[in-house]
Antibody
Framework: EVQLVESGGGLVQPGGSLRLSCAAS????????MHWLRQAPGKGLMWVSR????????DYADSMKGRLIISRDNAKNTLFLQIYNLRAEDTGVYYC???????????WGQGALVTVSS | EIVMTQTPLSSPVTLGQPASISCRSS???????????LSWIQQRPGQPPRLLIY???IRFSGVPDRFIATGAGTEFTLKISRVEAEDVGVYHC?????????FGQGTRLEIK
C-alpha cells in the first residue's frame, strides 16, 4: 500500500524556518518525481516545489523562490522541504504528492500544518 | 501560467440527483504529445486530496463510475450521475500540460 506521511509542521514565528519531511512507503520511491503543494486556510491548492528522481533537478514556485530547498534521501525513502524566512502568507497545510507519468498526482500525504504567527 | 477557473464555487444538490462542475483553462490543455493533462481531485471534509480523474476522462483505480469527466481544449466538466452522501466535499480541477501545475479555486459540493 502506497503511503506518504508528512511531519515537521507547527507554529513558527515570522522570519523563522522549518523543515518538512515526507516518509514514503509501499513503492519504489527512487523511481518517482515528488512534489510539494500547499493549501492556505479555506483556499485552493497551490504547487510549491518538485524534485526529480535522483535529486539533480529542482523547481520552485516563483512566490516562494529563494526561501525553499527541496531535497530527497532515496536510501531512506524520504522527501524534504526546508522553508526559510517564513511569512504569515506561508501558513497552510503542506502536502507531499507522488507525480505519475500520466501527468497527475496519484497519491497524497495527509498534510502537515504550518502556522506562521507571532 | 495557465489560469483555471471553476464554476460554480458552491453547488447544493439533492441526494440521488446529478451534479455538474465546470472548469475552464486560459489556454488549451492539449499537450504537444496529444494528451490532455487535466485531472479532477476530490477533497472530503478534513481529508487530504484524492485523485478521481486523470488525462481528462480516465477514472483512477477505485473511483465509482458515477463520476464522469468530459471536455476538450479549454472547457471541461465533471459530472456525478447520482450524488451520494460520501460525495460531499471540494472538487478541484488541475492542469499539468504546462509548467507550473495550476489548480482551479475549488467547487464545494454540499447536500441540500
Amino acid at each position: 500500500e502506497v503511503q506518504l506521511v508528512e511531519s515537521g509542521g507547527g507554529l513558527v514565528q515570522p522570519g523563522g524556518s522549518l523543515r518538512l519531511s515526507c516518509a514514503a512507503s509501499g513503492f519504489t520511491f527512487s523511481s518517482y518525481w515528488m512534489h510539494w503543494l500547499r493549501q492556505a486556510p479555506g483556499k485552493g491548492l497551490m504547487w510549491v516545489s518538485r524534485i526529480n528522481t535522483d535529486g539533480s533537478s529542482k523547481d520552485y514556485a516563483d512566490s516562494m523562490k529563494g526561501r525553499l530547498i527541496i531535497s530527497r534521501d532515496n536510501a531512506k525513502n524520504t522527501l524534504f522541504l526546508q522553508i526559510y524566512n517564513l511569512r504569515a502568507e506561508d501558513t497552510g497545510v503542506y502536502y507531499c504528492a507522488r507525480r505519475t507519468v500520466t501527468g497527475t498526482y496519484d497519491y497524497w500525504g495527509q498534510g502537515a500544518l504550518v502556522t506562521v504567527s507571532s | 501560467e495557465i489560469v483555471m477557473t471553476q464554476t460554480p464555487l458552491s453547488s447544493p444538490v439533492t441526494l440521488g440527483q446529478p451534479a455538474s462542475i465546470s472548469c475552464r483553462s486560459s489556454q488549451s490543455l492539449v499537450h504537444s504529445d496529444g494528451n490532455t493533462y487535466l485531472s479532477w481531485i476530490q477533497q472530503r471534509p478534513g481529508q487530504p486530496p484524492r485523485l478521481l480523474i486523470y488525462k481528462n476522462s480516465i477514472r483512477f483505480s477505485g473511483v465509482p463510475d458515477r463520476f464522469i469527466a468530459t471536455g476538450a481544449g479549454t472547457e471541461f466538466t465533471l459530472k456525478i450521475s447520482r450524488v451520494e452522501a460520501e460525495d460531499v466535499g471540494v472538487y478541484h480541477c488541475m492542469q499539468a500540460t504546462q509548467f507550473p501545475i495550476t489548480f482551479g479555486q475549488g467547487t464545494r459540493l454540499e447536500i441540500k
